[in-house]
């Protein structure tokens, strides 16, 4: 379909004015963008009468290369899929590797992947809180928010020795398991990042600036999150009380005690501020599965280099920092992958774009962008 | 080496004193203190590039600041893949960056198109093809030290730069025109 950017004038909208339309073209290479979206905008003065976003400027074709990858050769592209967030990415990957397969996890890997991933969804959400508020104008709250995402980094590097692409998580196990006094380090981290959770809080989500900002913009009602395939904090933000960890369980969830937030008004506000309560149910999940972990191998034993599973197909879903992140495979009992399709929830809340703009203001589209927290890697794949 | 670099040990050594210099030379010394960055964030690259902006690695002290708008810039840093479909984008940008201006390629993705240059169909392998790129950036994605180094790499360079006539580096972009299919690249 052809892109409809033609700015046209005495255009009739629903209500029967005639209006002058305006196109306005943002991106690809636009910081409030997030990455490479582009979004057209048909304006109506300063109202934005339909927002067209337009994706593929980062597609890679990381579902085609996997067809010509082994099955661990397949992980260190799932890194690059969600670069926001890649142990999800390498987790729900792992997860269809090991149902296909039939490969056991040790309990200890499980908890490590729990752990990693919950460090993951603060790193992540302080990423997504830092851009809403550079994006209404607030920097500092990034330069807070972008502190605690450093210490997470930290000590994923102290890990695994890399700062972003993990390549961590793999079928029937993870690649490591923690380093001596790296429980000491995350729970001192837990601790301080709890008081610094609470000073975001008052800082920005009690600014009047901010309320005035975010409050009553992108209103996403229940129905239409569920209509849509939202997931994720987007969702929830929306009063939806789905959460994967809680209502399809997987791995070790069921033995944590922990809450999920749930915003109200399912505007920007509410989908921001879910994200920040989300990071204290993180900080409760990671203390537990550290008292609980007992010690044991990392990765199963004997797992042969080339994994051939019997033909058949497989999908498994984990709840990403995003939402419902799903990986589909499909074998013909070769050592390679017929098929691999991801199911990316930062697709799904994307595609909400131009219902949520409609009608607000252009700065306010940027503030809709920012609180669906859209990642370009999974986008486009 | 310009006189202006030592500017501070000769004034501690005359205080108030005066420094005779050419234009060209305190020109040339004023760029590579300067050097403000247009990020061409496009994929995982981009987060190291934020984080070297920010709190930990604070690359406002060595003068490099980015800029959103590629008018108010001297040096485009490539951050991540380069698709066929970004790519008419990015050489857009560096055309509306004003002369003198430089580029780095940071990451593998830039040096060759990195763990995309196999199997895939729609990467740029390398943005070689298609900027004249003066420091290149290994690593998937390099550290925010990594990028430390490339920038004061690309000082030396620009230090070594003239404005004097006759010592001018040639910017004219004589490389071929890019192959916009999605066949082979090499």
């Known amino acids: ?381 | 080496m310009a006189i202006v670099d030592r500017i501070g040990e000769t004034l501690d050594r005359t205080p108030g004193g005066v420094i005779l210099t050419g234009v060209d030379s305190l020109v040339d010394w004023a760029r590579g203190k300067s050097l403000w960055s247009m990020p061409m964030g496009t994929a995982c690259c981009a987060m190291e590039l934020i984080a070297a902006s920010f709190n930990k690695f604070d690359f406002d002290r060595h003068g490099t600041f980015p800029r959103p708008d590629p008018r108010h810039t001297d040096v485009m840093i490539v951050a991540g893949t380069i698709t066929y479909k970004m790519m008419p984008a990015v050489k857009r940008l560096y055309e509306q960056m004003p002369d003198p201006k430089w580029v780095i390629g940071m990451g593998n993705c830039t040096l060759s198109g990195g763990i995309f240059y196999y199997d895939t169909y729609s990467v740029v392998r390398g943005i070689g093809e298609f900027l004249p790129v003066d420091v290149y950036i290994a690593g998937c994605p390099p550290r925010p030290e990594s990028l430390q180094d490339g920038i004061l790499r690309l000082r030396e360079l620009v230090e070594q730069e003239s404005i004097a006539p006759g010592k001018r580096r040639d910017r004219a972009l004589t490389l071929p025109a890019p192959d916009h299919g999605c066949g082979e690249a090499e």
């Open chain 1, 1 to 381: 379909m052809p892109l409809d950017v033609e700015s046209r004038e005495a255009v009739e909208t629903a209500e029967g004015e005639v209006v002058d339309e305006l196109v306005v073209n943002v991106g690809p290479s636009h910081p409030s963008t997030h990455g490479v979206c582009r979004v057209i905008i048909h304006l109506d003065g300063e109202i934005v009468t339909r927002a067209e976003p337009v994706i593929g400027y980062l597609h890679r074709g990381i579902e085609k290369m996997a067809e010509n990858r082994t099955y661990l050769q397949v992980v260190p592209l799932t890194d690059r899929l969600d670069y926001v967030g890649s142990m999800y990415s390498n987790w729900a990957y792992c997860r269809s590797v090991e149902r296909l397969a039939d490969i056991p996890v040790p309990e200890r890997a499980e908890y490590l992947r729990v752990i990693v991933c919950e460090l993951q969804r603060i790193a992540s959400h302080m990423m997504a809180i830092g851009s809403n508020g550079a994006d209404t104008g607030a920097l500092t709250l990034f330069v807070y928010a972008f502190d605690q995402r450093e210490h997470v980094v930290e000590l994923f590097e102290e890990l695994c020795g890399q700062r972003l692409t993990y390549n961590y998580v793999r079928p029937g196990g993870v690649s490591h398991d923690m380093p001596e006094g790296w429980a000491d380090d995350v729970r001192a981290f837990t601790a301080a990042h709890r008081s610094a959770l609470a000073e975001m809080d008052k800082l920005f989500f009690g600014n009047v600036i901010t309320r005035g900002r975010l409050k009553g913009i992108g209103v996403l009602s229940a129905d239409d999150a569920v209509a849509w395939g939202a997931s994720g904090p987007v969702a929830r933000g929306s009063g939806v009380n789905w959460d994967l960890r809680k209502h399809d369980p997987y791995s070790v969830y069921p033995r944590f005690d922990f809450d999920i937030p749930t915003g109200t008004d399912g505007d920007c506000y509410d989908r921001a501020r879910v994200r920040l309560y989300e990071c204290y149910e993180s900080c409760r999940i990671i203390e537990q599965a550290l008292a609980q972990m007992q010690p044991g191998p990392h990765r199963t034993e004997g797992l042969p280099r080339l994994i051939a599973p019997p033909p058949g197909d497989a999908y498994d879903h984990i709840e990403s920092a995003r939402g419902a992140l799903g990986v589909y495979l499909v074998s013909d009992g070769s050592t390679r992958p017929y098929r691999m399709k991801v199911r990316s929830p930062a697709f799904c809340n994307l595609a909400l774009l131009p219902t949520l703009a409609e009608g607000h203001m252009l700065s306010d589209l940027v503030a809709i962008l920012g609180s669906l927290d859209p990642v370009f890697g999974e986008v486009d794949r």
